[in-house]
């Protein structure tokens, strides 16, 4: 079984800075959030946090993002319809119907991509849109319990990544590549 990394993946860009940003453009008031996100999305990248440390800061930020359920369930279908061609359809391409995306981005923006990604075996972070919380982070460490608790019996074959955040992935992995602008090299 392969295993998918979502962004900076399959996704050129952190889907969820994105459409955080793409947020912030029609929502002025949440400008003053941008610096916060920065200094989140630097350290998450750099590997300067745990999962726990990121999802305590994150929450911070889910709380102003969520209010407006329409707002948002809106916003994720223009944000894709704006974003779409941000898919590396090469990538795609390498996703069969049994393999696994497992991925740090919220679940309420992934879900409505699901049909473009060859599978239906995503596992993303569930953040609860009415609380503004995070009931489950798929990061790090969390991405192979949630993957050994979903598919008890399957072994990761290989793993796609762009980030040594899944280096806990690649561990338990026999091929890992790491994809940087759509480009795959294998690095064990």
Known sequence: MQVFDFDNTIYHGESTFDFAMFIIKRKKSLLKCVPGITLLLIKYKRC?????????????????FLQNKEFIK????????????????????????NDVILTCSPSFLIKEIENDLNTKNIVATEIDIDEGKI????????????????????????????SYNDKALMDVAKNVYLVKKGKCTKIK
Request: net charge positive.
């Open 135 to 162: 009931h489950f982070l798929n990061f790090g460490k969390n991405k192979v319990k949630i993957f050994q608790e979903k598919f008890p019996k399957k072994k990761i074959q290989t793993v796609y990544t762009d």
């Open 48 to 64: 300067k946090m745990n999962a726990l440390e990121f999802q305590t800061e994150l929450e911070k930020f889910t709380g102003p």
């Open 74 to 97: 809106k916003s994720v279908q223009d944000f894709w319809q704006k974003n779409r061609k941000k898919l590396d359809q090469n990538i795609i391409k390498k996703i069969k119907k």
